[in-house]
């Protein structure tokens, strides 16, 4: 459904523009129809980033982005319109989604003006309720409420409503349960899955490890905005095989082990970046050819690819 090849983000910064920051380095990706594919990596990892170009709130800098193998780097128009009907957003701030001065609901009435117009209300309203319903939230407790009269819950909740209102084929989830209280977080990602079931693609962006082994079909390991390994969740998460992915994997609070002796271990790793590898200043196995060349991503086992060149010698 979502296929993106080689895309990249630059930024020009520094005095007069003089320096580029890469965001997104040369990344390929697909999102199957029904499926979850997460983007994990800690900030700055160019997660959010993707997902703006995904949304077309940020430009691509290179490559191509293909959504039903339309080429949705240059639509514009009624072309675009027609893909937000298709692909929406849902991020971490439901509060800042919403116009405190305006019910929860105008929401629905700003999709009903600008993508059904002709619909009758009564019709509007059941299709209103229906979709509430959906996503677990009883109607008469929700409509004509203000945002601040809601739970962060409730909000998210809204918006995703709002994508089932458009019939929405491709969701991007840009951290959108980590403001939420533990006991709301389960109801959310349940949700996540029953609208998978129903062939809802969802593009997942966390820096949860836990969150993404839970709804995830795929796992995509990003860091300095590449992508160092990827495959499916089962295979990155049981068979971790690059150095940043196995450090991830530890920091995992355990119960045998205290999260402030992970925290001093990873801050002593912290070395600059080298000129090949993304992760080269922090890697214990780095050489000089990982200072030198950037590695690819190469395919160890089935629906498993690594950036390394430690793993492709086998150590």
């Known amino acids: 459904m979502l296929k993106l090849q080689g895309i ?3 930024y020009k910064v ?3 523009g003089g320096k580029e920051l890469h965001a997104v380095c040369d990344v390929d990706l697909e999102v199957g129809t029904g499926e979850v594919v997460s983007l994990i990596g800690e900030s700055g990892s160019g997660k959010t980033t993707i997902g703006k170009m995904v949304l077309k709130l940020i430009s691509i800098t290179s490559g191509s982005a293909f959504f039903k193998d339309i080429d949705i780097t240059t639509i514009e128009g009624r072309e675009l319109k027609e893909y937000y009907r298709n692909v929406q957003g849902v991020f971490q701030d439901p509060f800042s989604s919403y116009n405190p001065i305006f019910k929860a609901d105008r929401v629905f009435a700003m999709v009903k003006e600008e993508f059904y117009p002709d619909m009758k209300p009564e019709a509007w309203a059941e299709k209103v309720d229906q979709c509430l319903k959906d996503v677990g939230l009883n109607p008469p407790d929700v409509l004509g409420k203000f945002p ?3 739970s962060g819950g409730q909000l998210q909740r809204f918006l995703i409503a709002r994508a089932l209102l458009l019939e929405t084929e491709f969701l991007v989830a840009d951290e959108i349960i980590s403001m939420l209280d533990a006991s709301r977080r389960i109801d959310v990602l349940n949700l996540l ?8 693609s969802i593009l997942f962006i966390t820096h949860d490890l836990s969150l993404a082994y839970y709804i995830s079909d795929q796992a995509v390991i990003l860091y300095r905005g590449s992508i160092v390994e990827m495959g499916s969740t089962e295979r990155v998460y049981f ?3 690059h150095p940043y992915t196995k450090m991830l994997m530890a920091t995992v609070p355990r119960l045998d082990q205290e999260w402030e002796d992970i925290e001093i271990a990873i801050r002593e790793k912290q070395l600059p970046i080298g000129q090949g590898c993304v992760y080269f200043g922090r890697c214990p196995f780095a050489t000089d050819q990982c200072s030198l060349e950037r590695p690819q991503l190469e395919q160890i086992e089935s ?3 690594v950036a390394c060149f430690s793993c492709k010698r086998g150590s």
């Open 148 to 150: 601040h009269q809601l």
């Open 239 to 241: 068979n971790p095989q």
């Open 193 to 200: 899955a029953d609208l998978k079931k129903k062939g809802l």
């Open 303 to 305: 629906n498993h690819q």
């Open 14 to 16: 520094g005095t007069f």
């Open 8 to 10: 990249s983000k630059t």
